[in-house]
């Protein structure tokens, strides 16, 4: 006896699985599809940068740029193939230290000496912090950070003040959020201390911000050192990997690792994106690059010593060559 099919979509009863159901739901999360918009804008906007840097130099600074590729890339390939005896060298070295009786105290001078700006290593210092003492290497690592933050903080802010405006000025983001943390207050400066900016740099940009006080300071990086978890956490299992010699609990621990690494960082770059539209919706008229901070007045001022935190129009003046004054728009266009 012949089998009569449906001819209609009537006829037939489409089912779904529940675990389908909850991958249509997630793809369709407003919250992922904009942290992976987000990332794509980040990648793209990376990658335009890098190319536009690389034809802006000179033949000579192009081909060091290329020959560091290079360096950098075979040294990826000696990591990968001689892994296990680096990770050796690096337990050995995290094993010694850590029984020295002083070790805490050179980590703390360590940590303490690249919270100044412009120094970097602080990334490197805080996971090895996690391969020397574990899980709670995240308390020596708050307290050294939290003391050589403050520290850096009140000298740049007393000591080394135009050095510090100078390397905020110098980069337009720290400017933009410099000038918003006048009027934001609390909330933008802890959010500033979630994001993947220079360490020592941003202690130093925040020195330069008359209305974040060192108490304030202090408080952002403490609300904010579970993130350090996360540096911990790496060193930890890159000391577990030095001692594992079991072939599965090795991909374990590299997975872990790995995925460590991608939520930190596109949690990181999240909170910075946000932070900037922020700033960003606060003030988009200003001129950072003329900044100076008036210390009698706790404000902003621009080159001609007028008061104001985000002025409107910046003329710019010239005298021509019958010696009468012009005054310049915005665009550098006389007005008619």
Same mark, same amino acid.
Request: aromatic share 10%; with cysteine.
């Given at each position: 006896?012949?089998?009569?099919?449906?001819?209609?979509?009537?006829?037939?009863?489409? =089912?779904?699985?529940? &675990?389908?159901?909850?991958?249509?739901?997630?793809?369709?999360?407003?919250?992922?599809?904009? *942290?992976?918009?987000?990332?794509?804008? %980040?990648?793209?906007?990376?990658?335009?940068? %890098? @190319?536009? +840097?690389?034809?802006?130099? $000179?033949?000579?600074?192009?081909?060091?740029?290329?020959?560091?590729?290079?360096?950098? &890339?075979?040294?990826?390939?000696?990591?990968?193939? +001689?892994?296990?005896?680096?990770?050796? !060298?690096?337990?050995?070295?995290?094993? $010694?230290?850590?029984?020295?009786?002083?070790?805490?105290?050179?980590? +703390?001078?360590?940590?303490? @000496?690249?919270?100044?700006?412009? #120094?970097?290593?602080?990334? %490197?210092?805080?996971?090895?912090?996690?391969?020397?003492?574990?899980?709670?290497?995240?308390?020596?690592?708050?307290?050294?950070?939290?003391?050589?933050?403050? #520290? $850096?903080?009140?000298?740049?802010?007393?000591?080394?003040?135009?050095?510090?405006?100078?390397?905020?000025? $110098?980069?337009?983001?720290?400017?933009?959020?410099?000038?918003?943390?006048?009027?934001?207050?609390?909330? &933008?400066?802890?959010?500033?201390?979630?994001?993947?900016?220079?360490?020592?740099?941003?202690?130093?940009?925040?020195?330069?911000?008359?209305?974040?006080?060192?108490?304030?300071? !202090?408080? %952002?990086?403490?609300?904010?050192?579970?993130? #350090?978890?996360?540096? @911990?956490?790496?060193?930890?299992?890159?000391?577990?990997?030095?001692?594992?010699?079991?072939?599965?609990?090795?991909?374990?621990?590299?997975?872990?690792?790995? *995925?460590?690494?991608?939520?930190?960082?596109? =949690?990181?770059?999240? *909170?910075?994106?946000? =932070?900037?539209?922020?700033?960003?919706?606060?003030?988009?008229?200003?001129?950072?690059?003329?900044?100076?901070?008036?210390?009698?007045?706790?404000?902003?001022?621009?080159?001609?010593?007028?008061?104001?935190?985000?002025?409107?129009?910046?003329?710019?003046?010239?005298?021509?060559?019958?010696?009468?004054?012009?005054?310049?728009?915005?665009?550098?266009?006389?007005?008619?």
């Amino acid at each position: 006896m012949p089998i009569e099919l449906p001819t209609s979509r009537d006829g037939l009863t489409v =089912t779904t699985s529940p &675990l389908r159901d909850r991958i249509r739901r997630i793809q369709n999360n407003p919250r992922l599809n904009q *942290i992976i918009y987000d990332v794509k804008i %980040a990648v793209n906007t990376a990658a335009i940068n %890098a @190319i536009d +840097f690389y034809l802006d130099k $000179s033949p000579l600074y192009r081909t060091l740029i290329v020959l560091v590729g290079m360096l950098g &890339l075979t040294a990826g390939i000696l990591v990968l193939i +001689f892994h296990n005896n680096l990770f050796d !060298v690096l337990l050995w070295f995290a094993d $010694s230290w850590r029984d020295m009786k002083s070790g805490p105290l050179i980590m +703390f001078l360590l940590i303490t @000496i690249i919270s100044f700006p412009p #120094l970097i290593g602080y990334s %490197a210092l805080a996971s090895l912090c996690g391969m020397m003492y574990g899980f709670k290497g995240w308390i020596f690592l708050v307290l050294f950070t939290v003391v050589g933050s403050l #520290l $850096s903080f009140l000298a740049c802010r007393y000591l080394f003040k135009d050095y510090a405006l100078r390397l905020a000025r $110098s980069n337009q983001k720290f400017a933009a959020l410099t000038q918003t943390m006048e009027s934001d207050g609390f909330h &933008l400066l802890w959010m500033i201390r979630l994001c993947p900016l220079p360490y020592s740099l941003s202690n130093g940009a925040l020195a330069t911000i008359p209305s974040v006080t060192a108490v304030n300071f !202090v408080l %952002a990086t403490i609300v904010t050192s579970p993130k #350090l978890f996360m540096h @911990i956490f790496i060193g930890d299992r890159i000391a577990k990997l030095g001692t594992e010699k079991d072939f599965a609990s090795r991909v374990v621990d590299i997975v872990s690792v790995l *995925i460590a690494v991608t939520v930190g960082t596109v =949690t990181a770059y999240t *909170i910075y994106s946000r =932070t900037m539209e922020r700033a960003a919706a606060n003030d988009t008229t200003m001129d950072y690059s003329n900044l100076e901070l008036n210390d009698d007045e706790d404000r902003y001022v621009d080159d001609d010593d007028s008061d104001s935190n985000i002025p409107d129009v910046w003329d710019d003046r010239y005298v021509d060559d019958d010696n009468e004054e012009i005054i310049l728009n915005t665009h550098g266009q006389a007005p008619r």
